[in-house]
């Protein structure tokens, strides 16, 4: 970090990684009772697999998504430690309002055996691997987050995901990592997803470059040397990383904050 980014960090809180402290306040209507996104993603898709969420901010997304379609276990990551422990306790008091209503989740099934990832907060190589069964899993055991980041060798990641979901995270990767991060951040995906697997991908747009690349003098200068824009990450994906397909599963989120009605995509491996 530069000297500039820390004095200015000093002053408040810049969040240069777009690790917002209210992000789903910004981009969920008032009248809304869950994130338009969970509209839009398919069940089959979590139902009784292992995920990943990417940037998981303060976990909401990630416990939402573990509640509504019953994924046999999700883990979230961020790079922000202060939302990993914001998530976390986001996580223990859903799991208390659900005890308390009596409205425990139905176990899935799950066609894989392996073993379960269970995390603590605040360790770059959090993972202590334990036996488990989803039946015997409740809410805090399917539900876990960790502080990392994605970008950096995964020696810390040994478990591989049926399902990887990244929502609102590439921008950030390519202002503060540039192309390089952008395309070891698509390596790394293509890594831990099993054979068949899926990354659901929700790309912003280059006009929301242009609105947040002061942010740094790293966002700046990585901004102006971007060879590869949101419109290639297509091309990046199928041709260059290996995915076989992909479907736009939205054009438009009803209920999202005008400028988060972004378009979702979904590859598969």
Same mark, same amino acid.
């Given at each position: 970090?530069?000297?500039?980014?820390?004095?200015?960090?000093?002053?408040?809180?810049?969040?240069?990684?777009?690790?917002?402290? &209210?992000?789903?306040?910004?981009?969920?209507?008032?009248? @809304? *009772?869950? $994130?338009?996104?969970?509209?839009?993603?398919?069940?089959? /898709?979590?139902?009784?697999?292992?995920?990943?969420?990417i940037g998981c901010n303060q976990g909401l997304l990630t416990?939402?998504?573990?509640?509504?379609?019953n994924c046999r276990h999700i883990l979230g990551i961020d790079i922000d430690a202060g939302l990993i422990e914001n998530?976390?306790?986001?996580?223990?008091?859903?799991?208390?309002?659900?005890?308390?209503?009596?409205?425990?989740?139905?176990?899935?099934?799950?066609?894989?055996?392996?073993?379960?990832?269970?995390?603590?907060?605040?360790?770059?190589?959090?993972?202590?691997?334990?036996?488990?069964?989803?039946?015997?899993?409740?809410?805090?055991?399917?539900?876990?987050?960790?502080?990392? &980041?994605?970008?950096?060798?995964?020696?810390?990641?040994? @478990? *591989?995901? $049926?399902?990887?979901?990244?929502?609102?995270?590439?921008? /950030?990767?390519?202002?503060?990592?540039?192309?390089?991060?952008?395309?070891?951040?698509?390596?790394?995906?293509?890594?831990?997803?099993?054979?068949?697997?899926?990354?659901?991908?929700?790309?912003?747009?280059?006009?929301?470059?242009?609105?947040?690349?002061?942010?740094?003098?790293?966002?700046?200068?990585?901004?102006?040397?971007?060879?590869?824009?949101?419109?290639?990450?297509?091309?990046?994906?199928?041709?260059?990383?290996?995915?076989?397909?992909?479907?736009?599963?939205?054009?438009?989120?009803?209920?999202?904050?005008?400028?988060?009605?972004?378009?979702?995509?979904?590859?598969?491996?």
């Amino acid at each position: 970090m530069s000297k500039e980014e820390k004095n200015l960090k000093r002053k408040k809180h810049i969040a240069i990684y777009g690790n917002y402290k &209210n992000y789903y306040g910004y981009r969920i209507g008032q009248q @809304e *009772k869950e $994130d338009p996104r969970l509209s839009v993603l398919r069940r089959d /898709w979590f139902e009784g697999k292992d995920c990943l969420d990417i940037g998981c901010n303060q976990g909401l997304l990630t416990i939402s998504i573990a509640k509504k379609f019953n994924c046999r276990h999700i883990l979230g990551i961020d790079i922000d430690a202060g939302l990993i422990e914001n998530a976390v306790w986001n996580l223990k008091r859903t799991a208390k309002m659900d005890r308390n209503s009596g409205t425990l989740p139905k176990p899935p099934e799950s066609e894989h055996s392996e073993h379960e990832v269970s995390v603590s907060v605040g360790e770059e190589r959090a993972g202590i691997v334990k036996e488990s069964s989803p039946l015997e899993g409740n809410l805090l055991e399917r539900v876990s987050f960790c502080k990392q &980041n994605f970008v950096d060798k995964l020696q810390w990641l040994t @478990e *591989k995901y $049926d399902t990887v979901v990244c929502f609102s995270v590439t921008k /950030w990767i390519h202002l503060n990592w540039g192309d390089d991060g952008l395309i070891m951040l698509f390596t790394n995906i293509w890594r831990v997803l099993r054979p068949g697997g899926i990354l659901v991908l929700e790309p912003q747009p280059w006009k929301s470059y242009q609105k947040n690349h002061h942010v740094s003098e790293t966002a700046t200068y990585n901004f102006h040397n971007i060879l590869f824009p949101p419109d290639y990450f297509q091309d990046i994906l199928l041709d260059k990383i290996g995915f076989r397909t992909v479907e736009n599963i939205t054009n438009a989120l009803p209920g999202s904050v005008i400028g988060f009605d972004r378009p979702i995509f979904a590859y598969h491996k």
